[in-house]
């Protein structure tokens, strides 16, 4: 019987039909029994079973130590981004990936819309301040009008931006990527970050994008989102913007080391999500099929 070994924690927790699948095709199923990510030491040991042959996987790291201790010959994650897994080793040892790229698009996308709203409307602090028994009434903003950039034009930052159009905003796009349109701006990086009103990444690289040095080129009072990498902006940075009136209030899905418990739980103008742009039921049951699809396929 074939083992697999499956990253995620919460795989199979809506419905057991991806699981079953599995079975069903002769996989013998070990789980992530941590209830977290697991480490890197963790997942080393789990893969030492050589007869682990097939892995779908989360957001645990896949590097050079990892790969090189374990008998995958088929790694599938559970998501559109690939820079926890070491690509250039996996090639070298012959071990295929795959993704599910179009699983999470809408979820994200859908979520990123509805945070843009609430923070531009304020809801979180009037939500607070009912919950004191105070009838505070604040002023809030439109979207129609603001500058919104999007940093990335993958399926998602796409997906935004069609979200986006009914609410005539002015769209700007910062991706090398990307074409011309009608339908945005398409600008560098510090053109766009001096005018921007609000600011949402969806990039598929995980290393900083905006820092210490070009968050002084931002206008004040920015809104800032991140559902895609912790890196693209770090912690201090989000503090030294918040402290120099740059960054008013913002989101945050994704954290440079995760599980996040650290000092921005303390601010009451950012809001923190335990990284859950694809935890619609909808996308979810979509994504574990489609990982569980590629690993059947593959050994078909």
Same mark, same amino acid.
């Given at each position: 019987?074939?083992?697999?070994?499956?990253?995620?924690?919460?795989?199979?927790?809506?419905?057991?039909?991806?699981?079953?699948?599995?079975?069903?095709?002769?996989?013998? =199923?070990?789980?992530? !029994?941590?209830?977290? &990510?697991? +480490?890197?030491?963790? #997942?080393?040991?789990?893969?030492?079973?050589?007869? *682990?042959?097939?892995?779908?996987?989360?957001?645990?790291?896949?590097?050079?130590?990892?790969?090189?201790?374990?008998?995958?010959?088929?790694?599938?994650?559970?998501?559109?981004?690939?820079?926890?897994?070491?690509?250039?080793?996996?090639?070298?040892?012959?071990?295929?990936?795959?993704?599910?790229?179009?699983?999470?698009?809408?979820?994200?996308?859908?979520?990123?819309?509805?945070?843009?709203?609430?923070?531009?409307?304020?809801?979180?602090?009037?939500? =607070?301040?009912?919950? !004191?028994?105070?009838? &505070?009434? +604040?002023?809030?903003? #439109?979207?129609?009008?603001?500058?919104?950039?999007? *940093?990335?034009?993958?399926?998602?930052?796409?997906?935004?931006?069609?979200?986006?159009?009914?609410?005539?905003?002015?769209?700007?796009?910062?991706?090398?990527?990307?074409?011309?349109?009608?339908?945005?701006?398409?600008?560098?990086?510090?053109?766009?970050?001096?005018?921007?009103?609000?600011?949402?990444?969806?990039?598929?690289?995980?290393?900083?994008?905006?820092?210490?040095?070009?968050?002084?080129?931002?206008?004040?009072?920015?809104?800032?989102?991140?559902?895609?990498?912790?890196?693209?902006?770090?912690?201090?940075?989000?503090?030294?913007?918040?402290?120099?009136?740059?960054?008013?209030?913002?989101?945050?899905?994704?954290?440079?080391?995760?599980?996040?418990?650290?000092?921005?739980?303390?601010?009451?103008?950012?809001?923190?999500?335990?990284?859950?742009?694809?935890?619609?039921?909808?996308?979810?049951?979509?994504?574990?099929?489609?990982?569980?699809?590629?690993?059947?396929?593959?050994?078909?």
């Amino acid at each position: 019987m074939k083992k697999i070994f499956i990253g995620p924690a919460s795989f199979g927790e809506i419905n057991k039909s991806a699981l079953t699948y599995l079975k069903s095709n002769g996989f013998e =199923i070990i789980k992530n !029994n941590y209830g977290r &990510k697991i +480490s890197k030491k963790e #997942l080393i040991t789990i893969l030492s079973d050589k007869d *682990i042959i097939a892995s779908i996987a989360g957001l645990e790291l896949y590097d050079k130590d990892v790969i090189l201790s374990s008998g995958l010959k088929v790694i599938s994650r559970l998501g559109s981004g690939v820079d926890n897994i070491e690509l250039q080793i996996a090639n070298e040892r012959d071990i295929s990936v795959f993704t599910t790229p179009t699983g999470p698009v809408n979820s994200v996308a859908e979520l990123t819309l509805g945070m843009m709203i609430y923070l531009s409307r304020n809801i979180d602090q009037m939500k =607070i301040d009912m919950m !004191n028994g105070s009838w &505070k009434r +604040s002023y809030g903003n #439109l979207l129609e009008g603001k500058n919104i950039l999007i *940093i990335g034009f993958g399926k998602i930052g796409k997906r935004v931006c069609k979200l986006l159009e009914a609410f005539n905003c002015n769209i700007i796009v910062v991706d090398p990527f990307a074409e011309k349109s009608n339908k945005y701006k398409l600008l560098s990086l510090n053109e766009a970050l001096a005018i921007s009103d609000i600011i949402t990444f969806h990039v598929n690289i995980n290393e900083e994008i905006i820092d210490r040095n070009n968050i002084s080129l931002i206008k004040n009072n920015i809104i800032l989102l991140n559902s895609s990498r912790g890196k693209v902006i770090s912690e201090e940075t989000i503090k030294y913007g918040i402290k120099h009136n740059k960054i008013s209030s913002g989101w945050l899905d994704v954290f440079e080391d995760e599980p996040y418990f650290g000092d921005l739980n303390k601010y009451t103008n950012f809001i923190l999500t335990p990284h859950i742009g694809s935890f619609s039921i909808e996308t979810r049951l979509q994504m574990e099929k489609e990982s569980v699809k590629n690993i059947i396929d593959f050994f078909s």
